[in-house]
């Protein structure tokens, strides 16, 4: 019996099917795959295209993207510090049941705060939580500003946007770094080539 935060008296009810169980039945390893950069650096897009190719596959992906979970489940939050530490917690959270789920779980998120993503990474078993910088030029996130929310911001119509009036903090030690070859933009397929290859060589699209 214990206390968790706000609960008291709660106990943790193991059940008889476990995390290698199902990664047997699904012949991979559960991970988080998390997608860190800013606004228009190709999250979504590595994201879409990962989760195609794993597919394609036959391994079984989830992607949880910042924008659509802030249409459910977090939408109660802004963008404040506060919550965004809250939103990063959140996905982390459900990030770790997928994963323990046996699935490949991809989550998108701006996620500019190291010691955020961090926390997502200390719940998570060993080497199974997997950090990718789309280390992407705010100046073509700008240029490419598919939603004219940097625009606004320099409008000063949003405040707070990451990149222009918020701090993005680039990750010191991610597994994946995803960048400009001679000032171009690796593509879509090359960037999820590069994601595959790493879960790949570290067995995760295996039992
Ligand atoms: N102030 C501010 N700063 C950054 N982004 C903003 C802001 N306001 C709205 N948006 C839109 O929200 C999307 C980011 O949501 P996230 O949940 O990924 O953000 S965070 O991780 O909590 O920082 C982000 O989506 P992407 O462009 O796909 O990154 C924006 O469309
Ligand atoms: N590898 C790429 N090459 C060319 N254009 C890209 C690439 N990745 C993303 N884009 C384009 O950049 C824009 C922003 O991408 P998106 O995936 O929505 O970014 P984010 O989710 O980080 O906001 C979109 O118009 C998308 O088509």
């Known amino acids: 019996m214990s206390a968790v935060g706000k609960s008291a008296n709660i106990f943790w009810q193991e059940c008889p099917v476990g995390k290698l ?3 047997k039945l699904l012949k991979q390893r559960g991970c988080v795959v998390w997608i860190t950069g800013l606004s228009g650096s190709g999250k ?17 992906a989830y992607v949880l993207d910042g924008d659509n ?12 510090a506060e919550d965004r530490a809250e939103n990063i917690r959140r996905v982390g959270e459900v990030a770790k049941l997928f994963a323990d789920a046996g699935l490949i779980c991809i989550a998108s998120l701006i996620s500019p705060y190291r010691k955020d993503r961090d926390s997502c ?4 078993p060993d080497l ?5 910088f789309m280390n992407m030029p705010l100046d073509l996130c700008e240029a490419r500003d598919p939603k004219g929310l940097y625009k606004l911001a320099r409008a000063g119509k949003i405040k707070g946007f990451t990149g222009i009036d918020d701090p993005y903090e680039p990750p010191l030690n991610c597994e994946i770094e995803i960048q400009q070859e001679n000032g171009v933009c690796p593509s879509p397929c090359a ?15 295996r039992e």
């Open 21 to 23: 169980d199902r990664q």
């Open 44 to 60: 979504s897009t590595l994201a879409c295209t990962l989760g195609r190719e794993l597919h394609s596959r036959g391994k079984l």
């Open 69 to 80: 979970l802030r249409h459910g489940l977090n939408k109660d939050l802004g963008f404040s």
């Open 121 to 124: 990474r200390s719940i998570l």
């Open 128 to 132: 199974s939580f997997i950090e990718v």
């Open 191 to 205: 960037m999820a080539g590069q994601v595959v290859g790493y879960l790949e060589d570290k067995g995760f699209l």
